[in-house]
């Protein structure tokens, strides 16, 4: 049976417990019950009301989503420790409700695209000659004269047009054919919550309930209502058309605000510019706002090409020309004999003048050399969508182009290092050096005496703990157990709570009879149950002594693997291109993990391309070292360390110190000429130059650090930088020499 569930009382109410009937679908009944807005008619303002009005959850608290969605096993105090949606329970509201995916748009079938091919003036004006050379035929045979010269004119014509729109529909089939094909082999991925695990899923699999970790430089996969932020800033523009990053927050808006107003809610299509966060999904799909704004303009009219504008305005002139001058030489003709022989006149004086006006070449020609360099661009893998658009990419006199991935094979490996005043060259991750020993053959000699040369373990750190890439794992979560007791609990008590107020419809998919009941609270014995679908649990005795720090440890460094995890593989580590390269690079010479145990995170700056920069300030955990200069901390106090990393001219530029082996000097401007010579040298090599830089300090154990409360030190010790290096394509050697010879600049985006 199909459950549908509309709310009896009003909709903006603050706890609207009909959001949660639906949850693939996402709307209550008051949206449903909506007109449905024309996609040409409707009045844009009116479409923002209706789709703000089908919003509450920006109205509600993070503990009044956790009753509304219970199934996602929200952390209400730490929503990164939430345990996120059974992957049964996915799977299940993915057939449901459908996939994350906005309507495409219909496609018109292949006999309306081939008549579409004759909208085009120079066709039109082709057909009319061939019908007006038949009619000339049939006038000439009709007073006995024979003459099949029109007639072969006319077939040679239609031929032509025929032909030429059986080109076209053929070349913009296939065209259809390899962008569905290519939209097919480069899904989109995020990052969601799911059996207590952080998994990259398609964005088409995300359903209403999954928790999704927003990241800096990601798109927003779904409307999501934000549970937790991290200096998380999101561009919105192309849904509201506000062109200012907004700053979100967690907290839950006032009754008056709209959702296009609130700062909790992430809509699908939005730019995460700078920060991070984590999000809850509440609408997917075509139920989305983009959705909303898609079906708007379904029926929209398509841009015209500037060789469709040029021709079209050529055909105009052509076509007014011929008519003149067959009407001027028809009226000549009649006048010069006196009005007789008119039809003869008007075979001679008229049609030939029109079809002799007439360019029965140009349009032929102009769609031939078209198909030409189609064809020659299909062989180098380059699809043209529509054969028109290949004059727009020939007057391309500016080329913009991500060069990660595009042009590069997005595979950055760490290939080289600079510290001590030396360069220090290897060849990918399986970097060797006499003093890049690995950690832990190096921990094995520290008996001997041979320890790394400093400050490599240093900047190891600094790769490892300021560092947002992360392995694929099992969060270390005990909750699902404790959360079932308390949906327990709200069960029992809701039992006794009263009368309920709310009915639902239900629906007979085999009788089609409607009925309306009242919601049945599942029985405590049913309850229990639902365990035996969930994934293991640590052992609590195991995890007991580490309860109290992991609970307010951050996210990314208390989610450490499972004791008996398989060893990572290279497919393990997700996250930006770069970060994904330190740590694989860390992990071939030390642990990752075993770095990130000994700090605690207790704020994070997360790296943007205006700052350039990313900042961690962290709590040592460990045993504390002596650092030079800085005493031990008092008993109500803490070792601390902030650790940098980012463009080399820009953590430079934070510094006044340097490591030096073991040694800490004073950077003069010969070591900023050395750094410079470094990184610039680096550049020219086609690398992407990384700088580190960190400094321990002590604070009291309660210290709270923010944007606001600059309690680290800005005296940073630099400790040196490494180079990664994303090899190009095959493919692309031959873009320079294409820009040399069309006198095209390329733009990149790193």
Not at 29 to 39: D, E, H, L, S, V
Not at 206 to 220: A, E
Not at 451 to 460: F, K, S, V
Not at 580 to 590: D, T
Request: glycine content about 6%; hydrophobic content about 40%.
């Amino acid at each position: 049976m199909t459950l549908k569930g509309h709310c009896k009382g009003d909709c903006r109410v603050k706890h609207c417990k009909a959001l949660a009937i639906d949850p693939e679908v996402g709307f209550c009944g008051r949206w449903r019950r909506k007109r449905k807005i024309g996609p040409v008619e409707a009045d844009v303002a009116e479409a923002r009301q209706a789709v703000g009005t089908s919003f509450v959850e920006h109205h509600l608290t993070i503990e009044q989503l956790k009753d509304l969605y219970p199934d996602s096993f929200i952390h209400d105090e730490f929503p990164e420790r939430s345990d996120g949606l059974h992957s049964e329970e996915a799977r299940k509201r993915l057939k449901d409700g459908g996939g994350n995916v906005l309507p495409p748009r219909k496609e018109d079938g292949l006999f309306h695209v081939f008549i579409r091919q004759f909208h085009f003036k120079f066709w039109l004006l082709l057909t009319g000659a061939a019908f007006l050379s038949i009619a000339a035929y049939f006038v000439h045979y009709a007073h006995g004269f024979n003459e099949p010269l029109n007639l072969y004119c006319a077939c040679i014509l239609l031929l032509v047009v025929l032909f030429m729109g059986l080109l076209s529909l053929w070349q913009e089939k296939k065209a259809r054919k390899v962008v569905k094909d290519f939209t097919k082999l480069l899904p989109s991925k995020a990052i969601v919550i799911r059996d207590c695990e952080e998994k990259e899923i398609n964005i088409e699999e995300i359903v209403v309930g999954d928790l999704v970790i927003i990241s800096s430089g990601s798109r927003i996969p779904a409307d999501i209502r934000i549970l937790q932020t991290n200096c998380l800033t999101i561009e919105v523009s192309e849904v509201t058309g506000q062109t200012s990053p907004v700053e979100c927050t967690a907290e839950a808006a006032a009754p008056h605000v709209s959702v296009f107003d609130s700062r909790n809610v992430a809509f699908k299509g939005s730019y995460c510019t700078e920060g991070d966060g984590l999000g809850i999904v509440i609408r997917t799909g075509k139920f989305t706002v983009l959705g909303g704004i898609a079906n708007l303009h379904t029926h929209l009219p398509s841009l015209k090409s500037k060789l469709q504008t040029e021709l079209r305005s050529f055909a105009n002139f052509i076509t007014v020309l011929a008519i003149c001058m067959a009407v001027a030489m028809f009226l000549i003709g009649c006048i010069v004999a006196k009005f007789e022989n008119v039809l003869d006149h008007f075979v001679i004086g008229f049609l030939v003048v029109i079809v002799a006006n007439v360019p029965q070449g140009l349009p032929a020609t102009v769609m031939s050399q078209l198909r030409i360099i189609a064809r020659r661009m299909a062989q180098k893998n380059i699809y043209i969508k529509k054969l028109d658009l290949i004059d727009e990419l020939g007057a391309a006199s500016v080329i913009c182009a991500d060069k990660s991935g595009t042009l590069t094979m997005n595979q950055m490996v760490v290939t080289d290092l600079w510290y001590n005043g030396k360069m220090i060259g290897g060849a990918g991750v399986n970097f060797k050096h006499p003093h890049i020993r690995t950690m832990k053959s190096a921990v094995k000699n520290i008996k001997s005496g041979d320890r790394l040369e400093e400050p490599l373990p240093d900047i190891l750190t600094v790769m490892s703990v300021c560092n947002r890439a992360q392995f694929e794992h099992v969060r270390r979560s005990m909750r699902r157990v404790s959360t079932m007791r308390a949906l327990q609990k709200s069960a029992s008590e809701a039992m006794l709570s009263g009368p309920v107020k709310k009915r639902f419809t239900i629906v007979d998919t085999r009788t089609g009879q409607v009925s309306e009941r009242r919601p049945t609270p599942p029985s405590l014995e049913d309850l229990p149950s639902l365990e035996h679908g969930l994934p293991p649990l640590p052992d609590r005795r195991k995890h007991s002594s580490e309860g109290s720090n992991s609970s307010k440890s951050h996210r990314k460094h208390h989610s450490t693997p499972c004791r008996h995890r398989s060893k990572k593989t290279k497919n393990d580590v997700f996250g930006i291109p770069s970060d994904v390269a330190l740590v694989k690079y860390v992990e071939q010479n030390a642990s990752v993990e075993a770095i990130r145990q000994r700090y605690h995170s207790v704020h994070e700056i997360p790296f943007n391309s205006i700052r350039r920069w990313q900042l961690v300030v962290c709590r040592c955990l460990a045993d504390i070292q002596p650092v030079e200069n800085l005493p031990e901390p008092e008993p109500t106090e803490a070792r601390y360390v902030v650790m940098m990393k980012g463009a080399p001219e820009v953590i430079l530029g934070m510094c006044k110190r340097a490591r030096i082996q073991k040694e800490i000097i004073e950077i003069d401007e010969k070591f900023r000429q050395d750094c410079q010579a470094a990184w610039e040298a680096l550049g020219n090599a086609g690398r992407r130059v990384i700088a580190f830089a960190h400094a321990h300090f002590n604070a009291s154990m309660k210290a709270k650090f923010g944007p606001k409360e600059d309690r680290w030190p800005d005296d940073l010790i630099f400790l040196g930088m490494a180079a990664i290096m994303d090899p190009p394509r095959r493919s692309s050697y031959n873009g320079k020499s294409c820009s040399d010879t069309n006198w095209i600049d390329w733009g990149f985006e790193r």
